[in-house]
């Protein structure tokens, strides 16, 4: 019900207050040794105001009396009482009473009568009772809306989130609290702004795979459709179709790569030498370069086999990462240049660094931040999947992976990662 944690805040401040202040009096006034205020004033004003009454009496009666109290101030005319002794009437307290004989022969009682105390639980006066019920009440309340308006505006914000309004934020409404309830808010932010961002991106990617699916399939009907017009072109037409279906293929297998690397989905738990993959791979590179007049060069520490740490993961996704950003490097590496891969062992930091760098064109540093998305084109690095997946499988073996331009001409891709990784989504299922 909404609404209900505000009440359920306000009452129980409310009631905690009431009973605090009702505890403190009982404490320091109720519960303490000796005469109440109001008997303790009347012991000291009764004997003297009795003793004058008692002379007027004496003197001239009960009538004396009546003239008398009337001179007096009326809270204390009050508590003053006068009546005929029965004769064996006695008094105990002589403060508070006075045995009196008249002319007339006859005695008489005055009596003062002590004040009593104002009707309220456990004897508190309502003055007592009224300033607690409303200074309560005036706490309670604020306390109940600064602890739960934030909560309905997070609780708004979720409603408008789940009905699609990704651009929502609570930051400008929650304010500069620092508290745990603003930290939440901000967590709210981040967490909108991750959605956003997802949405986006699968948007995009389902954008670019129906643009990079219809260029293909467009060219194997325009195949088909030369084959059916003209036999002569049969030959050349399937030719173009099998070519096609091998870039169909290609592109299907590395969105498959691509969704396993974000997902975990088929990932494996090994332990595996990156060093030692890292080295089939520049010999795999090595084969394809010589065709394009490139070499290759590999640098890496001077360990032995055996006390070099392994990372933990999928060394398959780990392979493909490594031959991905190397493929990226000959693709744009001059003729008679040199492809230099390296890798560094920090013990210390217990981490494994690797650094691919070319003597290509490079990237306008605009692209920087987006070259590891998926389809996004780059100013001289085309586009495709191939970096996207290496930004995935780095990840997902708790590393990092950054590109950078070198000064002088040339490109550079770094990637790091911890010697044995529990993180991302390799972690045991």
């Given at each position: ?35 109440s ?45 006068i009546?005929?002794?029965s ?6 307290d ?31 006066p ?48 929650i ?125 890496q ?85 191939g ?5 995935r499988?780095?990840?997902a ?33």
């Amino acid at each position: 019900m909404k609404g209900g944690l505000f009440l359920k805040i306000l009452l129980g401040f409310w009631l905690t207050l009431y009973c605090i202040i009702v505890g403190l009096w009982l404490l320091f006034v109720v519960g303490r040794a000796g005469p109440s205020p109001e008997e303790w004033v009347s012991r000291r004003i009764a004997p003297a105001l009795l003793s004058q009454l008692a002379r007027e009496v004496a003197r001239d009666g009960p009538a004396a009396f009546e003239a008398a109290r009337r001179d007096l101030p009326v809270e204390d005319a009050r508590q003053i009482a006068i009546h005929a002794m029965s004769p064996h009437e006695r008094t105990w307290d002589k403060s508070l009473n006075r045995d009196v004989a008249a002319p007339d022969g006859r005695h008489y009682l005055l009596t003062y009568r002590v004040p009593a105390r104002r009707p309220g639980p456990f004897a508190l006066p309502r003055p007592v009772l009224i300033a607690a019920a409303i200074a309560g009440l005036a706490f309670s309340i604020v306390l109940a809306w600064y602890l739960t308006h934030p909560i309905n505006l997070i609780r708004k914000g979720f409603d408008q989130l789940a009905q699609g309004r990704l651009d929502v934020r609570l930051q400008p409404l929650i304010g500069r609290r620092r508290d745990e309830i603003g930290s939440l808010a901000r967590d709210f932010d981040i967490m909108a702004g991750r959605l956003a961002q997802l949405v986006t991106t699968r948007d995009r990617l389902l954008h670019d795979v129906s643009h990079e699916l219809r260029s293909p399939l467009s060219r194997m009907q325009l195949a088909i459709g030369l084959a059916r017009q003209d036999s002569a072109q049969f030959d050349t037409s399937m030719d173009r179709l099998e070519r096609e279906m091998v870039r169909l293929d290609g592109l299907v297998r590395e969105l498959l790569v691509l969704a396993r690397a974000e997902s975990g989905l088929g990932t494996i738990e090994e332990y595996f030498d990156p060093i030692a993959m890292l080295e089939f791979v520049v010999e795999d590179a090595r084969f394809e370069a010589e065709s394009l007049k490139v070499a290759v060069t590999l640098a890496q520490p001077d360990v032995a086999e055996e006390q070099r740490p392994n990372l933990r993961g999928s060394a398959e996704l780990f392979r493909r990462a490594l031959d991905n950003i190397i493929r990226n490097a000959l693709r744009f590496a001059p003729g008679g240049s040199a492809v230099a891969v390296s890798v560094e062992m920090d013990a210390k930091a217990e981490r494994y660094s690797f650094h691919i760098r070319d003597r290509g064109p490079g990237v306008a540093s605009i692209d920087l931040s987006t070259l590891f998305e998926p389809f996004i084109k780059a100013d001289q690095a085309g586009f495709g999947l191939g970096l996207a997946i290496a930004k995935r499988a780095v990840v997902a073996h708790g590393g990092t992976i950054e590109a950078r331009n070198l000064s002088g001409g040339g490109f550079e891709i770094s990637l790091s990662v911890p010697f044995t990784s529990t993180s991302g989504i390799l972690q045991d299922h």
